[in-house]
């Protein structure tokens, strides 16, 4: 009897053992705010996310075949200990290897000091934007394929100097992102030579805004900047400063920029600007033709999403492991040239020249380029309202 | 030129929004202080009876426009009053029967009905949220104004704007209309009188003959159409959502206090004296002062009191101050 139960315990070991040198299944995390403020735009990049998963497994070339299995989570975007104790369980009891995420700044900060870094786990946010999260301390595991704020901030001054502009009022939400890349932009603007007349909050939600605009009528300046949210104050700010005739243009960071700001206001903010993350690379419209309508690519953030699920495998695949100290240093020597350009959909052979021993460089969907210790170097689309309605300028 | 200017901007910025403000604060306070007068408790309820009965104008509008009906350059909104009405005179009739009389009936201490106020201000806003939802709703419509800022501009050749909605003016006529009524009604009429003698000395009300059952009613309708009225002023002034409603009870709260609980024209007094210090307090002055001072005086700073963050507490404070120095209020009414 005791032989028995030892012979099917070795054969079982051995098993296991067997299917493992095989081929190895590798979990990676998708920590995504499935419930709350930004619940609309998660799914989208949650599929992003598993399209680059899935197109890694199909090619059978990572880690000797490995096949590459997403597990979801919900960060909820606003509650800490909610994110934290997703990302706990995502490491400790279901063995990722990584994860893509997570979505907010506040959570995302949450789980890399607590969760991530004492689990020496990579993690790779596709829309955490806070500057904040450039300072933390993060031992080399944190990366992130949306561009800090503190960039956006630069190219906003850039964009309103160019114009001409160099006396202006700001207006932010009163939160992480708002109060974020209202600094940035007033430590930015001021270095080049520009006035920021008053740099006020507004609160999101409420019934009237003739009070906040008042005292931005009354400090006065060429343009309006809001960094607000369109379908919430923003525009209650847009339409009071309109209604009091205290402002007529505006300039919009990409809280602003959507098809409500076009719709309720045209062409009454004729001339206005604005700058959001974007690019003209091929990348974004070789994705689109990849997901054909299987959920929506354009979504805001689902191409960094498939990106920085694309940069973990890779990164594995440049390292020869799934573990992330090995492959951890791995992820920007992939992002970054020199090597081989790397477009959506051509995953495979970028693990086939990982294979081969060459280099590449990802290029991905958003122009992927890792700057600063690991954030993207940020491309932005400059647009203006136009015959009332959003028209590019350039790419910066 | 520079005075004009500077007093078109104090006009645009201050003054206009200002007494509209105030207008709809003191319809909404004449509400509570009525309550207070005549049934003796503060109806937290007030705020959620104010958009119980504006969602009902808000349904009505929309149906008058798929309907086709409107009122040309008025909002359609004014047409349907007497609906909202209507439907929130039902919700606290029904209230009172169901909940206030069994108290009433025991005679219980005011403090126990501002509790069972408190509890039907949830249920009221479970009820709201579950009709309409807790999103903004927006149901103004017709001439957005009776002058825009661009156009006041080109006729005077000024360099500020005066902007004046259609809804700020409609606010201000609604609510002397209203308040006119109210007062003759009180004054004049033999129910009014019963009212203010069932408010004065209830025991001796009820020795003369007075029906308390009738006054209650009639004190409910009237709490209905202010309540109404005040909110949908609100609403189309700057746009209905659920919870803004329920943020407006304290300004309006700080309005009857200030004015004096129970005393009407206190109430209308509180509501303009809390909107001019919130808008006053938070508005940066610097514009307005450029323009009315000599040169050499021009402030550099933004003269402003109060970061806007703060208009909440702007109410608060002057709550504070009446209630320490002053507990019956500038025009006499009852010590809360």
Same mark, same amino acid.
């Given at each position: ?396 | ?219 409910? #309708?009237?709490?209905? !159409?202010? +309540?109404? $009225?005040? *909110?949908?002023?609100?609403? =189309? ?5 659920? &919870? %803004?409603?329920?943020?407006?009870? #304290?300004?309006?709260? !700080?309005? +009857?206090? $200030?004015? *004096?609980?129970?005393?009407? =024209? ?5 509501? &303009? %004296? ?63």
């Amino acid at each position: 009897m005791k032989k028995l139960l030892l012979a099917s315990v070795a054969s079982l070991a051995a098993g296991t053992a067997f299917a493992g040198g095989h081929a190895e299944e590798i979990k990676l995390g998708i920590i995504l705010g499935f419930t709350g403020p930004i619940e609309s735009l998660t799914p989208s990049m949650a599929d992003g996310a598993e399209l680059a998963m899935k197109e890694v497994t199909d090619s059978g070339l990572l880690l000797g075949g490995a096949k590459v299995v997403p597990v979801r989570g919900d960060s909820t975007c606003i509650d800490a200990a909610a994110a934290t104790a997703v990302a706990e369980r995502q490491i400790t009891s279901d063995g990722v290897k990584g994860i893509v995420g997570a979505d907010c700044s506040g959570v995302t900060g949450a789980i890399l000091s607590n969760v991530a870094v004492p689990n020496g786990m990579v993690m790779i946010s596709p829309s955490a934007t806070s500057p904040a999260l450039s300072s933390d301390a993060d031992e080399g595991l944190f990366f992130r394929t949306a561009p800090s704020d503190a960039r956006q901030g630069v190219v906003m001054a850039e964009v309103l100097l160019e114009q001409g502009i160099s006396e202006v009022a700001v207006t932010y939400t009163n939160n992480d992102y708002g109060k974020g890349l209202a600094d940035s932009f007033a430590a930015a603007y001021e270095a080049m030579g520009g006035t920021i007349t008053i740099n006020t909050a507004h609160e999101d939600g409420k019934a009237d805004y003739s009070a906040e605009v008042g005292a931005l009528a009354s400090a006065g300046g060429d343009r309006l900047v809001v960094a607000g949210y369109v379908d919430q104050g923003g525009a209650g700010i847009i339409r009071a400063a309109l209604d009091s005739g205290a402002f007529d243009t505006f300039h919009f960071p990409d809280g602003m920029i959507g098809q409500a700001l076009q719709d309720n206001f045209g062409d009454e903010i004729e001339g206005s600007s604005g700058q959001h993350p974007g690019t003209d690379s091929d990348g974004a419209a070789i994705f689109v033709d990849m997901v054909a309508g299987a959920f929506d690519a354009t979504s805001p953030f689902t191409p960094e999403s498939y990106d920085a699920a694309a940069l973990i495998l890779l990164a594995m695949a440049a390292a020869g492991s799934s573990d992330p100290a090995d492959y951890k240093s791995k992820i920007e020597m992939v992002a970054n040239a020199p090597g081989e350009p790397i477009l959506p959909g051509e995953l495979a052979k970028a693990l086939q020249i990982l294979a081969d021993g060459g280099d590449i460089d990802y290029i991905g969907a958003t122009a992927v380029e890792l700057v600063n210790g690991g954030e993207s170097a940020g491309n932005y689309r400059q647009i203006e309202i136009k015959d009332g309605a959003i028209s590019t300028v350039k790419y910066r | 030129m520079d005075v004009l200017n500077g007093l078109v901007a104090l006009a645009n910025f201050v003054l206009v929004p200002a007494i509209a403000y105030g207008s709809q604060l003191a319809l909404g306070a004449l509400g509570v202080t009525l309550v207070y007068g005549i049934l003796r408790f503060s109806n937290f309820a007030h705020g959620d009876s104010m958009a119980f009965g504006t969602l009902v104008v808000v349904l009505f509008t929309a149906l008058f426009q798929s309907m086709g009906i409107s009122l040309g350059p008025l909002p359609t909104a004014l047409l349907a009053i007497p609906f909202g009405i209507a439907g929130a005179a039902l919700l606290i009739l029904g209230t009172d029967r169901l909940v206030y009389r069994f108290y009433r009936a025991q005679r219980v201490k005011p403090v126990i009905l501002v509790i069972v106020s408190i509890g039907v201000m949830f249920v009221y806003e479970g009820l709201i949220r579950f009709i309409i939802g807790t999103g903004e709703q927006r149901f103004a419509d017709g001439e957005r104004f009776i002058i825009s800022a661009r156009e006041f501009k080109q006729m005077t050749g000024l360099r500020e704007g005066l902007a004046l909605k259609t809804t700020q003016g409609l606010t201000v006529v609604t609510a002397v209309i209203v308040v006119a009524l109210l007062f003759w009604f009180l004054n004049r009429t033999r129910t009014g009188k019963s009212m203010r003698a069932f408010s004065d000395n209830e025991d001796l009300a009820l020795l003369s003959g007075i029906n308390p059952e009738r006054v209650v009613m009639v004190t409910w #309708l009237i709490v209905a !159409a202010l +309540a109404t $009225v005040a *909110g949908v002023l609100y609403g =189309l002034d700057k746009s209905f959502k659920p &919870f %803004v409603y329920f943020q407006l009870l #304290l300004p309006i709260f !700080a309005s +009857a206090i $200030v004015g *004096g609980l129970g005393n009407p =024209l206190g109430a209308i007094a509180g509501g &303009f %004296v809390v909107a001019f210090s919130e808008v006053g307090i938070t508005y940066a002055w610097k514009k307005v002062l450029v323009y009315l001072m000599p040169e050499p005086l021009e402030p550099s700073g933004l003269v402003q009191l109060l970061s806007t963050d703060y208009k909440f507490a702007v109410s608060f404070v002057i709550l504070l101050i009446v209630l320490l120095f002053r507990p019956t209020g500038l025009f006499k009414g009852k010590a809360v």
